[in-house]
């Protein structure tokens, strides 16, 4: 964990190959390792960089963090590890302002249909539902007709 935190502080924009240094260490921490706590904290180092950088990199920080390593969530086995990454989907896809919404809204549905366990596609539909009433008048409207249109996928 000491390992991540350091990877973590030392990954900003100032670095040269920084979002190469920052998908290293999802693929070590996350990719690999089989410990709940270890593959937690590595996504919220993940969330911890988006927050940071969002700003001036959200379509990199989605393309090279997010998407590629949260893209198996279906499968996850660990429901301490789903949970939290639902979150962190669910969150981000209320705040993202680049064209990734639509991936996140994807892979909530993709969770909400395929997921592991009952219990996992639950807590996606769930996040589905809070992210449409959330979202009513916040979003663009082409943005809340996708995740209605989803959600109409489950009738």
């Not at 001036?56 to 590890?81: G, I, N, Q």
């Given at each position: 964990?000491?390992?991540?935190s350091m990877?973590?502080?030392?990954?900003?924009?100032?670095?040269?190959?920084?979002?190469?240094t920052?998908?290293?260490?999802?693929?070590?921490?996350?990719?690999?390792?089989?410990?709940?706590?270890?593959?937690?904290?590595?996504?919220?180092?993940?969330?911890?960089?988006?927050?940071?950088?969002?700003?001036?990199?959200?379509?990199?920080?989605?393309?090279?963090?997010?998407?590629?390593?949260?893209?198996?969530?279906?499968?996850?086995?660990?429901?301490t590890?789903?949970?939290?990454?639902?979150?962190?989907?669910?969150?981000?896809?209320?705040?993202?302002?680049?064209?990734?919404?639509?991936?996140?809204?994807?892979?909530?549905a993709?969770?909400?249909?395929?997921?592991?366990?009952?219990?996992?596609?639950?807590?996606?539909?769930?996040c589905?539902?809070?992210?449409?009433?959330?979202?009513?008048?916040?979003?663009?409207?082409?943005?809340?007709?996708?995740?209605?249109?989803?959600?109409?996928?489950?009738?």
């Amino acid at each position: 964990l000491e390992a991540l935190s350091m990877v973590r502080e030392h990954t900003h924009p100032a670095h040269t190959g920084w979002l190469q240094t920052a998908a290293g260490m999802m693929e070590s921490f996350y990719g690999v390792d089989n410990d709940d706590e270890v593959r937690i904290r590595s996504l919220q180092a993940v969330w911890q960089l988006v927050g940071d950088y969002r700003v001036m990199y959200e379509e990199e920080l989605m393309d090279s963090l997010v998407l590629p390593f949260l893209s198996s969530l279906p499968k996850e086995p660990s429901e301490t590890v789903w949970t939290f990454a639902l979150r962190f989907v669910s969150e981000l896809s209320r705040s993202v302002q680049c064209d990734r919404f639509s991936e996140l809204l994807e892979l909530l549905a993709k969770v909400a249909n395929q997921g592991d366990s009952p219990a996992m596609r639950l807590s996606a539909l769930r996040c589905l539902l809070s992210l449409f009433e959330t979202t009513f008048s916040r979003i663009p409207p082409s943005r809340f007709l996708s995740v209605y249109s989803s959600l109409l996928s489950f009738l």
